[in-house]
């Protein structure tokens, strides 16, 4: 299965289009949006969070929706732990969304969408294919949403340590040479704290984290030491909540940097690399 990281000239560079602020979907308000098909080719970056919802789409607007149903008495998520719990219900959401903007994202784009960095095989094709029935993309490719978030954070190039603090998940990365070398994951995220502030258990649960990458560098791992060395960088939602940041490198006694939009970093990552591999195709082709 061809995936995201045959495309090495996606070394974390910034860029693109449509990286201003995201437009919040209501969708009682939503413009109906024309039906037919446009003609230019087309990049999407999808980020399927348990939390939010995020589209990054080449030309318009990054859309953000909760990921929970349409219910309006008692909305239930859609995603629990990263994992798809109801599929009928995120078509219906994706569909909503797809159908959100005035210019209508044409068939035939090229589609990249997160996942988390433990996601199994069925998860990754339940995604595809919903992703397919919505936006009949010529290509859907899947990326990690660290290395996604990665990409549309800037990170430098060179061995990098990711940490992505979600609803629902907390992930810990090592990035070395644009791909996920080693990560580890806590099925603990904002949602689970009594209340946004109290922030330790995220802590906590990155320094373990962390600590089981270091232990991995003490093995002899030169990319996780030089990765260690050089800081953390702090994406997802959790990322900015105030003083996450500073607690966290308290306990690392390492450097830890916010990104400046974390909670969109992975889908414009994801946005980014889906522009890549459309340049790519259109490369070939021409």
């Known amino acids: 299965m061809e995936t995201i ?3 090495a000239e996606l070394s974390a560079r910034p860029g693109g289009s449509a990286s201003g602020a995201p437009v919040s979907v209501h969708f009682s308000g939503a413009p109906p949006g024309a039906t037919a098909a446009g003609t230019e080719p087309a990049a999407v970056g999808v980020d399927l969070g348990s939390g939010y919802t995020r589209i990054w789409a080449s030309g318009r607007p990054t859309l953000h929706v ?3 149903s349409d219910s309006l008495t008692n909305p239930t998520p859609l995603i629990r732990r990263g994992r798809i719990t109801d599929a009928a219900g995120l078509h219906n959401l994706l569909t909503r969304l797809h159908r959100y903007h005035h210019r209508p994202i044409p068939t035939g784009a090229v589609l990249v969408v997160c996942h988390p960095v433990l996601a199994t095989p069925d998860d990754e094709h339940t995604a595809r294919r919903l992703l397919t029935d919505v936006f009949a ?3 859907v490719l899947p990326i990690a949403t660290v290395r996604a978030a990665a990409i549309g954070a800037g990170a430098a190039p060179g061995p990098r340590i990711i940490a992505d603090v979600g609803a629902h998940l907390t992930e810990v990365a090592l990035l070395d040479g644009g791909r996920v070398a080693a990560a580890r994951r806590a099925d603990l995220g904002m949602n689970d704290l009594i209340r946004p502030t109290a922030t330790g258990p995220i802590v906590r649960a990155i320094t373990d984290l962390v600590g089981e990458l270091r232990h991995d560098a003490y093995d002899g791992d030169r990319a996780a030491a030089a990765a260690i060395r050089t800081g953390l960088l702090l994406v997802g939602g959790g ?3 105030p003083g996450l940041a500073a607690q966290t490198a308290a306990a690392l006694n390492t450097a830890v940097r916010p990104a400046a939009h974390p909670r969109l970093a992975a ?3 994801a946005g ?7 340049r790519r195709t259109a490369a070939t082709i021409g």
Do not use: K, N
């Open 267 to 269: 889908a414009r990552g």
């Open 137 to 139: 993309p010529s290509q």
């Open 66 to 68: 909760p990921t929970v």
């Open 272 to 278: 980014l690399a889906a522009l890549a591999a459309l």
């Open 239 to 241: 990322a900015a909540q």
């Open 5 to 7: 990281d045959r495309f």
